[in-house]
């Protein structure tokens, strides 16, 4: 687990220089500003930054995709040598409720939050929560040989800290 999100980037690219496949992926915890404009940011935290991935077919083999960050659906299905997940904003710690929380105002996957008031389908935060928390999962086991983590929340840095 890294406190310092340029740390494990710099984790992440020794390992693709040592034994390739290696790449930073995250939720959708950012707007994906790149996508229009090529030369915006997507990500910043630490003074670190990023953009989303800068393609979308076989991103994870692509020029340049170690300096970017993949989602959920650049990298389904791939296995990596080594991962460093991003936790976003959208998941923070509720110290008094002692549980992981949802935060809708930071959770940028429009389709993954989407209501369908045709069918009679209207997600609320719980629903959406587990939704993410999957994401999240799949993406935590893309590391065959090792999974590294930031998140962004210090409380849900400090909470998860004790499972690693």
Known sequence: MYDDLGAMHDAIRAKDDEVG????????????????DRSAIDIEIDGRRLQWNQTQTDWITSTGAVD???????????DLNYVGV?????????????????????YFDKKGMENNPRLGITYTDEDVRRFVTNAYSVLLTRGVRGTFVHVVDPELRRYLRQFF
């Open 86 to 106: 991003i936790i976003g904003p959208d998941l923070r710690f509720d110290a008094i409720a002692r549980r992981i929380v949802f935060d809708r105002s930071n």
């Open 21 to 36: 496949l290696s790449r930073l992926v995250a939720g959708y915890a950012w707007e994906w500003k790149s996508k229009r």
């Open 68 to 78: 970017q960050v993949g989602s959920i659906h650049t990298v389904q299905g791939y």
